[in-house]
């Protein structure tokens, strides 16, 4: 009775159900990382105190990939090969998602990523989900924002031309403003990693656009904002997509941007009665507000959980179906419910920036 080491907390780890999740908890974009683990910490969490899946506690293992798409691949296929998880979570970037998709698609493994937007992402994988909505859609809902409700019609555009998510995006903008009759004046990729970004400014200044779409991470946009005011560029005339999302695009460039929008799929004063819930939940466990990427993370993590529950058992097929088959779904991002292409049917926000903080401006449902 008085035996050491029994009891909760203590079950051995051949009693938990393994689940893998790869992030970029190191690197370029380590927020990206950092904020979404902390979701799907607490969704663990809740789960678990709840009894975990019919008695059983779910462990997550964590594997960094460093912010590259290798590791990204290799992290997927150790968490599958040596780990033997049930199912994966992440990842955020949609390159790397890409990446990490192909090898739990191969393995016959579900995966789901919390906020990976490429339209690429999910298509032709069966074994391969998201919970967010997709570039075409957020595109879309980016340039009707910017014709029909800040009424502009001259635009530019400024993308990394090398990054799947990032000339995705750009595509789908360009396209819906086009076909609103709106008029593109300047469209510039640039290259990935590039840090000045002066001369291609100074270039569309002169072609005197009423808004910049630029559709890209948050850590070059603090470079674009801040190199934007030094051209004499308003920050308020940036609209942005979700790779915005980061404290630290507030901390570095939050000033600059004051009044720039961006399509999202969260922010801490959203409407909906659940994302009350976690909000208060989360702020509880970590003492700060939740990011639209831990939000991200927190329903991926939480829809899988569910799943599981469903499913007769852990199996990869009897998930990849409880997955499929998901409807109407209570997240703190809004009620999602899975399509037949694996994609997420939700809401999607438009986020002001003001007086240093994300505000909900207004939500579309995507179509
Ligand atoms: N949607 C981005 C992508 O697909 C990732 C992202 C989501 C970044 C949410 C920030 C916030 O690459």
């Known amino acids: 009775v008085f035996g050491l080491g029994v009891g909760a907390g203590c079950s051995k780890k051949s009693d938990e159900i393994p689940v893998g999740a790869y992030l970029s908890l190191s690197g370029a974009d380590s927020t990206f ?13 809740e789960r678990n105190a709840a009894g975990g899946i019919r008695g059983k506690k779910i462990r997550v293992i964590y594997e960094d990939d460093k912010s590259t798409t290798q590791e990204a691949s290799q992290k997927v296929r ?60 957020q595109g879309k809902v980016a340039a009707r924002f910017v014709k029909n409700e800040l009424k502009k019609n001259k635009v530019g555009i400024f993308y990394a031309a090398q990054d799947t998510y990032s000339s995705g995006l750009a595509k789908s903008f360009r396209e819906e403003f086009t076909k609103l009759g709106g008029t593109i004046v300047v469209d510039k990729g640039y290259q990935k990693g590039e840090t000045n970004f002066t001369t291609y400014l100074n270039e569309l200044k002169a072609a005197n656009p009423e808004v910049i779409f630029v559709p890209n991470y948050y850590n070059e946009m603090v470079q674009v904002a801040r190199q934007a005011k030094q051209v004499g560029i308003p920050g308020s005339s940036f609209v942005g997509g979700d790779g915005w999302d980061s404290a630290n695009l507030l901390e570095g460039a939050g000033a600059e941007l004051e009044g720039a929008y961006f399509t999202n799929h969260y922010a801490p004063d959203v409407p909906w009665p659940n994302s009350k819930k976690f909000l208060a939940a989360f702020e509880e466990k970590y003492k700060h507000d939740p990011s639209s990427l831990s939000a991200q993370g927190y329903d991926a993590a939480s829809l899988l959980f569910d799943a599981m529950g469903r499913a007769p058992d852990t199996s990869p097929e009897a998930l990849r179906k409880a997955i499929a088959d998901t409807k109407d779904f209570q997240g703190a991002t809004g009620t999602l419910s899975i399509d037949k292409d ?26």
């Open 33 to 45: 990382g950092t904020d979404t683990r902390e979701g799907i910490e607490l969704a663990l969490d």
């Open 342 to 367: 694996r994609n997420a049917n939700k809401p999607i926000v438009v986020v002001q920036i003001k007086d240093k903080k994300f505000r909900f401006a207004t939500q579309v449902l995507a179509e």
């Open 78 to 137: 150790q968490l599958i090969d040596r780990d033997k998880v049930v199912a994966v979570l992440g990842e955020v970037a949609s390159s790397r998602s890409l990446a990490g998709g192909l090898v739990a698609n191969n393995a016959h493994i579900p995966l789901i990523t919390p906020s990976s937007t490429a339209v690429e992402v999910t298509q032709g994988r069966d074994w391969v989900f998201r919970v967010c909505f997709t570039d075409e859609q």
